[in-house]
């Protein structure tokens, strides 16, 4: 059943050309649905928490967006999933955004024990950690190092040679700080370093890895059993890797884009 009008920050997936089940967005414009809203059904979705985003749009084949969900607003019984009649698309959002963005939102309303806590270390050779179900860790400082061990949890490693890791199945791991480095251990995980000299490691089933332009991606191809068939590194420049794009390994070990 439909909620009464009202106005919700949330955030949405999009495929990499900003369309949504074949309908085109755009930053900075408004949509209005006419009809029923229902989630899962007719209306523009988006999900309250950050890190649910995951559970429709890959981390490292879509772009996300911060949005105003409006209107009429009707709610899933899963997750933080919302169907609104208005939509408005406020700004793109990447990977620490996003991972940012989870913890204030758990933050603000976690109690002392809760299935979704975060964990954040902002000072000088901090380490957080979570591992709980879609956890969030943050370490913003010098020498931070950030677990999150969940399902579809995030880790951000911001500071001057962090380390970020994501163990669980889709989980992010980004690492934005000179040498830093990023692991996405889980199944389809993805690990971002876009620090200066950075790392960032995918060795989990089908995992992904972007670095930027001084980095270096190092990733592995399993079978459906777990086995290790592939395992190849590479610098940014170097065997067709570009600077700001995903790549997975396919079969014969050859770095793929991910679309």
């Known amino acids: 059943m439909a909620d009464k009008p009202q106005s919700i920050k949330a955030y949405k997936g999009f495929n990499p050309d900003m369309t949504c089940r074949g309908y085109q967005f755009e930053v900075g414009k408004t949509y209005t649905h006419d009809g029923v809203v229902a989630a899962c059904k007719s209306g523009?979705?988006?999900?309250?928490?950050?890190?649910?985003?995951?559970?429709?749009?890959?981390?490292?084949?879509s772009v996300f967006a911060e949005v105003d969900a409006a209107g009429t607003i009707a709610r899933h019984n899963q997750d933080s999933k919302i169907a609104s009649s208005v939509l408005t698309i406020k700004a793109s959002i990447d990977l620490p955004g996003i991972i940012k963005a989870a913890i204030e939102y758990t933050f603000s309303r976690c109690k002392p024990v809760d299935p979704k806590s975060p964990a954040s270390a902002t000072g000088d050779q901090g380490a957080a950690s979570a591992t709980g179900y879609q956890g969030a860790a943050s370490?913003?400082?010098?020498?931070?190092?950030?677990?999150?061990?969940?399902?579809?949890?995030a880790a951000s490693a911001t500071g001057y040679q962090g380390a970020a890791s994501a163990t669980g199945t889709r989980g992010a791991a980004s690492?934005?700080?000179t040498r830093g480095a990023a692991s996405a251990t889980g199944t389809r995980g993805a690990a971002s370093a876009t620090g200066e000299h950075s790392v960032a490691i995918g060795c989990g089933y089908e995992a992904s890895a972007m670095a930027a332009a001084t980095g270096a991606i190092v990733l592995v191809h399993r079978n459906d059993d777990g086995?290790?068939?592939?395992?190849?590194?590479?610098?940014v420049g170097e065997n067709g890797i570009k600077a700001g794009v995903f790549y997975t390994l396919n079969e014969a070990g050859e770095f793929v884009e991910v679309k």
């Open 44 to 61: 523009f979705h988006s999900c309250e928490y950050p890190l649910d985003v995951f559970n429709y749009y890959t981390p490292a084949s």
């Open 139 to 153: 370490a913003t400082a010098y020498q931070g190092a950030a677990s999150a061990t969940g399902d579809h949890g």
């Open 175 to 177: 690492a934005t700080g």
């Open 227 to 235: 086995e290790i068939i592939h395992i190849r590194a590479s610098k």
